[in-house]
């Protein structure tokens, strides 16, 4: 499933996005992916990522049909759309938000402590041309809420 932000929707930073991304693959009770992996039986895994190209933003969900799965691609995506609908209008679970938003902070300070792995994290930053403390006073700041906003910009 593909989906294009509206023209215009510019994430805050890019790692703003891999927080919004975080949220959405998470497999716990509740969320999208356990209703398709262990609530329908529809998929075996799944896993979202968000990608910019040029000047527009995306968001991708890739999933392996299960064996069983009585579900088409059609079915699959209805309930991506679903799931992005009620985020849009409900937001993030704040106490969930702020555990997954240190969750990226951690790893943030994990990945200064190897150069490959903070060469992964700081390329995305280079590219936006803001500078590493920006991006990280901009990842601090976001709310609960700002999901909603993101999820807004995916039809």
């Known amino acids: 499933v593909l989906m294009e932000a509206d023209p215009g929707f510019i994430p805050p930073n890019p790692l703003s996005m891999e927080v919004f991304t975080t949220y959405l693959n998470i497999e716990a009770p509740g ?5 398709l992996t262990e609530v329908r039986g529809w998929i075996d895994s799944g896993s979202f990522q968000a990608f910019a190209v040029g000047d527009k933003q995306f968001l ?3 999933y392996n049909l299960s064996n069983s799965a009585e579900a088409t ?5 209805l309930l ?3 799931a992005l609908s009620r985020l849009r209008h409900d937001g993030a679970p ?5 555990m997954l938003k240190e969750d990226v902070l951690s790893e943030i300070d994990q990945s200064s402590r190897s150069s490959a792995k903070f060469l992964d ?3 995305p930053i280079l590219i936006s041309g ?7 006073t901009e990842l ?4 609960h809420l700002d999901l909603a906003h993101f999820a807004s910009a995916f039809r």
């Not at 704040?94 to 702020?98: C, G």
């Not at 803001?130 to 990280?136: A, G, I, K, M, Y």
């Not at 601090?140 to 709310?143: A, F, H, I, N």
């Open 140 to 143: 601090r700041g976001l709310t």
């Open 80 to 82: 991506v759309t679903q």
């Open 121 to 123: 994290v700081y390329e």
């Open 94 to 98: 704040e106490r969930l938000f702020n």
């Open 130 to 136: 803001d500078t590493f403390q920006e991006t990280l």
């Open 31 to 35: 969320s999208l992916l356990h209703e």
């Open 60 to 62: 991708y969900f890739t």
């Open 73 to 77: 691609p059609q079915d699959i995506e």
